[in-house]
């Protein structure tokens, strides 16, 4: 008698549970997956899990869409690399078995600790370039070496100009473009030629022995 009645309660506790089930509408689940920051980029190829339906998988496609049929109160899980899970309730008394959503998910930052990278892949390497290593000249040599003769040459030939030597260039070489504009009278043949004639013209008025010009006629007297 009492296996008839747990095997008539296990019955009723079934079908109750497959009533329920049978009780949950289908849904027409429709989407998009983007990036939760202020871009709002499309995010591709999300992997979709129905958990409440033995994990069904579906994916979205390159443009982020999706569209596939669940059941309400079903849970969704939207998976990405590189972001954080998201899940989705489908709620119930869903108007007329369509349920639209835009799936907002938000990238991962993995802050990794810093790694560096020695250029000795054994101690005993490392220890043999530390022993030959040469160690650098203190504040004093280093002056030394600057003042060095070769050292300024050297620097002269190959450091740029500053702006008082490119001042100080730029002023000579104006300074020898205005001296061209003003020519030597002892170097002009034509100023001599004009000083040669003034000299003969001055000549000239004078007479050949320094008198004057004019030409006197000598009195004559009677008999």
């Not at 849904?27 to 202020?38: A, R």
């Not at 998976?79 to 835009?102: A, D, E, L, M």
Request: charged share 15%; glycine share 6%.
């Amino acid at each position: 008698m009492k296996k008839l009645t747990g095997l008539i309660l296990f019955v009723c506790v079934s079908l109750s549970a497959l009533a329920q089930k049978q009780e949950k509408l289908l849904v027409q689940l429709t989407g998009i997956v983007h990036n939760n920051d202020i871009t709002g980029s499309i995010v591709p190829y999300v992997n979709i899990v129905n958990v409440s339906d033995n994990g069904q998988v579906n994916q979205s496609n390159y443009k982020g869409y999706f569209s596939f049929v669940v059941h309400e109160q079903d849970t969704i899980l939207f998976s990405c690399v590189g972001y954080n899970t998201i899940r989705v309730v489908i709620p119930s008394h869903v108007p007329s078995q369509s349920y639209t959503v835009q799936v907002a998910i938000k990238s991962q930052i993995a802050n990794l600790p810093p790694f560096r990278v020695f250029p000795w892949a054994t101690t005993e390497e490392f220890t043999k370039d530390f022993l030959s290593m040469k160690l650098a000249d203190d504040d004093l040599e280093i002056a030394r070496k600057n003042l060095n003769h070769n050292s300024i040459a050297l620097m002269e030939q190959t450091l740029a100009r500053d702006g008082s030597e490119i001042n100080t260039a730029s002023n000579f070489h104006n300074n020898i473009v205005r001296s061209h504009y003003y020519t030597n009278p002892l170097f002009n043949p034509f100023a001599w030629g004009n000083l040669i004639n003034s000299i003969s013209a001055g000549d000239k008025s004078r007479g050949v022995n320094g008198t004057s010009g004019s030409s006197s006629t000598p009195a004559t007297t009677g008999n």
